[in-house]
C-alpha cells in the first residue's frame, strides 16, 4: 500500500510527489504560496478541515487500497461537499470547455468530413450527459444530505436514489472510453496529428480524474451519507414538514414543490418521459405526482392545468405552449 500523507508532511512535498495534489488543494479552496508549511498548517490556515483534506489526498493517492471504513470516521461531511461541488465546477465549467476547444483545433470541420462532425457531435453529448449527472447530484444528492445533516429523515431513503447515481456513473465512465476508441482507431491522420495527440492526452487525464471522482462519491461519499442516514434514524430523526401560514389548507391539499415543478414542465408541454429526464427522476414517479397533482387540484387536463399555473404565479404567459 502506498504510504500515506499526513499533517506534519510539508504542503509542498505532497504536490511534488503526485501532481495531482494541484486539483485537489484548489477543489479545497487551497492557494499556491504556502511556502515551507505543513498540511496541517495550510489547511488551518485556509479554513479547510485537515482531517477531510488527509482523506480525500490518501483515497486519490491509493483508491484501489482504501479502507473506507476507517476513511469516513475522519470525513467532516459538510467539507467534503463542498470538495465534490467544486469538482463538479471545475469539470462542467473549465475542464469539459478547455477540451472542446481543443478539440475544434484538432479536428477539420471541412465540408464533407463526417467523421469530424460526428467525434465533435459524440464530445458534446457526453460533455451534456456529464452536465445533467452533476446537477442531478448538486440538486438531488447534496440537498439530501444537508438534509440529514439538519437532523431529518428526507421522505425517500438514499437506497432509492443510489442505484440511478451508480448508473449515471458508470454511463460516463462508458461514454468517455467510447470517445477515446472512436478517436485512436477511426480518425483520420492529417497535418493536425498532434494537436489530436494533445487533445487525447487531456481526455485520457480527464478519464483518469473522473473515474477516481465518481469512484469516491460510489464507495467514500455513498458510506457517509448511509451513516449519517442511520445516526439520524437512531436518533429519532423526523421527517422535515413545510411551514403551512395560518388558514392555509392541510398538507394533504397543497402542492409540494415537486408537483409545482411538475405542473410547469407540462405547462411547457413536455411528456411524462420529458419531464421525468429534465427532473432526474422515472416515469413512474412523474405519473404518480400527476396523479397526486389531479386529486389535489380536481384538475385533469393540461389546459385546466395550464390556467391553473398562470393564475398562481407558476408560470409566465411567455413560458405556455398553446
Known amino acids: 500500500m502506498t504510504e500515506k500523507y499526513h499533517d506534519t508532511d510539508p504542503m509542498s512535498d505532497v504536490i511534488s510527489d503526485d501532481y495531482r495534489m494541484l486539483q485537489i488543494i484548489s477543489r479545497f479552496g487551497i492557494k499556491l504560496g504556502f511556502g515551507d508549511q505543513t498540511v496541517g498548517a495550510t489547511c488551518r490556515n485556509a479554513g479547510v478541515d485537515t482531517s477531510t483534506f488527509l482523506t480525500v489526498v490518501n483515497y486519490v493517492k491509493d483508491p484501489a487500497h482504501a479502507r473506507i471504513s476507517e476513511m469516513v470516521e475522519q470525513v467532516d461531511v459538510p467539507a467534503l461537499i463542498a470538495y465534490l461541488k467544486n469538482s463538479h465546477t471545475y469539470f462542467v465549467d473549465f475542464r469539459l470547455p478547455g477540451i472542446r476547444r481543443k478539440l475544434l483545433e484538432a479536428i477539420d470541420l471541412s465540408a464533407g468530413n463526417r467523421i469530424s462532425m460526428l467525434v465533435l457531435r459524440f464530445y458534446d453529448e457526453y460533455a451534456q450527459e456529464v ?35 451508480d448508473e449515471q456513473h458508470a454511463s460516463i465512465e462508458k461514454s468517455l472510453s467510447e470517445l477515446k476508441n472512436i478517436i485512436v482507431k477511426y480518425y483520420p491522420s492529417d497535418n493536425s496529428a498532434q494537436l489530436m495527440g494533445e487533445v487525447l492526452m487531456d481526455i485520457f487525464m480527464t478519464d483518469e480524474d473522473l473515474h477516481t471522482h465518481c469512484r469516491m462519491e460510489d464507495t467514500l461519499f455513498a458510506e457517509c451519507i448511509r451513516r449519517l442516514e442511520s445516526d439520524v434514524r437512531r436518533q429519532g430523526g423526523t421527517s422535515p414538514l413545510p411551514a403551512s401560514p395560518k388558514g392555509e389548507e392541510s398538507s394533504d391539499n397543497v402542492l409540494s414543490e415537486r408537483e409545482k415543478e411538475i405542473i410547469v414542465q407540462v405547462v411547457k408541454g413536455l411528456s411524462n418521459k420529458e419531464i421525468a429526464e429534465v427532473l432526474f427522476i422515472s416515469v413512474n414517479t412523474v405519473m404518480t405526482h400527476r396523479r397526486n397533482i389531479s386529486r389535489k387540484l380536481q384538475i385533469r387536463s393540461a389546459a385546466g392545468l395550464t390556467i391553473y399555473a398562470i393564475v398562481n404565479g407558476l408560470v409566465n404567459l411567455e413560458d405556455v405552449q398553446l
Open 131 to 165: 452536465e445533467r449527472h452533476m446537477t442531478f447530484e448538486n440538486t438531488h444528492v447534496h440537498p439530501y444530505v444537508e438534509t440529514l445533516l439538519q437532523g431529518h429523515l428526507p421522505a425517500e431513503s438514499f437506497r432509492s436514489i443510489e442505484e440511478q447515481y
